[in-house]
């Protein structure tokens, strides 16, 4: 049985605990607000961006340009957003676990995996998945670069006809505590389909081919980039999340030990009186 110093220790260590917690529910808080207020801005610019795509799309012929061709084969490489810190509830473990599943549904032989974060490397990298590539330590600031620089792995390795399929596995940012991870067709790229409301005429200088031929790398840049940007708010929130249960589990496990530390105090007491009230009577 646990004497009274082990409990005051026990209890000790909780608290110090706690406040590690609490200053991390903070420093995540603080991290979320800036994640939150840069995937804001990018949402509609990516939006944008696929409405001009789609009117691009529409007056040229998308067997033209290779990130539109679609291919027969069961050739897939997987592109996997997770993050590079633990710590943040079950983040990362239901990102891989919809990356997983998602491989089995298509029924993938070798797929080709190319992780950004160092969570989601680790798992495929232990398992033996083949991984053709990894980007990792990207920071707190996600950058138009970085995405830039993912983009160009994913595209070279279509336009090289190493893969027929690339889908983009990420979490999809809805509030702090709450992230829909989906999987995505990212190439070939899927222009949106005309809904007929577009019916005005547009001019397009140089030609239609020319300006797709530059607007679609740049499409498949932004879509990394968004991914990217929701990925980091999704772990932040997640983050601060987990930190909050965890400073509210501290603080239900404090009280439940010093309760503890007070009855074994109490009993300790009323051993004390008793052993004197027999002393007493032994000297009678």
Same mark, same amino acid.
């Given at each position: 049985m646990a004497t009274m110093r082990d409990i005051r220790r026990r209890i000790k260590s909780v608290k110090n605990t706690q406040q590690i917690t609490k200053a991390m529910k903070m420093v995540s808080a603080s991290k979320l607000r800036k994640a939150q207020g840069a995937l804001l801005s990018a949402r509609p610019y990516a939006e944008r961006m696929r409405d001009v795509l789609m009117r691009v799309a529409a007056k040229t012929d998308a067997s033209l340009h290779p990130l539109l061709v679609a291919r027969e084969g069961n050739r897939r490489a997987y592109l996997i957003v997770t993050a590079d810190r633990g710590l943040c509830g079950g983040f990362n473990a239901n990102l891989i676990r919809k990356a997983v599943l998602t491989i089995r549904e298509h029924g993938t032989e070798d797929p080709m995996i190319i992780a950004v974060g160092r969570k989601g490397r680790d798992y495929f990298k232990r398992r033996l998945?083949?991984?053709? &590539?990894?980007?990792? &330590?990207?920071?707190?600031?996600?950058?138009?670069?970085?995405a830039k620089t993912v983009a160009d792995a994913v595209r070279e390795l279509y336009t090289h006809n190493l893969v027929d399929e690339v889908w983009l596995v990420y979490p999809h940012f809805v509030n702090p505590v709450t992230q829909r991870h989906e999987a995505v067709r990212l190439l070939p790229l899927q222009t949106p389909e005309s809904t007929g409301k577009l019916e005005a005429e547009y001019v397009f200088e140089p030609t239609p081919e020319e300006v797709l031929d530059h607007l679609l790398p740049r499409y498949l840049n932004t879509v990394v980039f968004r991914a990217l940007l929701e990925a980091k708010a999704g772990e932040h929130g997640a983050r601060m999340a987990a930190m909050d249960a965890a400073s509210s589990n501290a603080e239900d496990m404090i009280k439940r030990l010093t309760l503890i530390y007070n009855r074994a105090r109490q009993a300790s007491i009323t051993r004390e009186i008793s052993e004197l009230v027999a002393g007493a009577e032994a000297l009678k």
């Amino acid at each position: 049985m646990a004497t009274m110093r082990d409990i005051r220790r026990r209890i000790k260590s909780v608290k110090n605990t706690q406040q590690i917690t609490k200053a991390m529910k903070m420093v995540s808080a603080s991290k979320l607000r800036k994640a939150q207020g840069a995937l804001l801005s990018a949402r509609p610019y990516a939006e944008r961006m696929r409405d001009v795509l789609m009117r691009v799309a529409a007056k040229t012929d998308a067997s033209l340009h290779p990130l539109l061709v679609a291919r027969e084969g069961n050739r897939r490489a997987y592109l996997i957003v997770t993050a590079d810190r633990g710590l943040c509830g079950g983040f990362n473990a239901n990102l891989i676990r919809k990356a997983v599943l998602t491989i089995r549904e298509h029924g993938t032989e070798d797929p080709m995996i190319i992780a950004v974060g160092r969570k989601g490397r680790d798992y495929f990298k232990r398992r033996l998945f083949n991984l053709v &590539g990894d980007f990792t &330590g990207l920071g707190e600031n996600i950058s138009f670069s970085h995405a830039k620089t993912v983009a160009d792995a994913v595209r070279e390795l279509y336009t090289h006809n190493l893969v027929d399929e690339v889908w983009l596995v990420y979490p999809h940012f809805v509030n702090p505590v709450t992230q829909r991870h989906e999987a995505v067709r990212l190439l070939p790229l899927q222009t949106p389909e005309s809904t007929g409301k577009l019916e005005a005429e547009y001019v397009f200088e140089p030609t239609p081919e020319e300006v797709l031929d530059h607007l679609l790398p740049r499409y498949l840049n932004t879509v990394v980039f968004r991914a990217l940007l929701e990925a980091k708010a999704g772990e932040h929130g997640a983050r601060m999340a987990a930190m909050d249960a965890a400073s509210s589990n501290a603080e239900d496990m404090i009280k439940r030990l010093t309760l503890i530390y007070n009855r074994a105090r109490q009993a300790s007491i009323t051993r004390e009186i008793s052993e004197l009230v027999a002393g007493a009577e032994a000297l009678k």
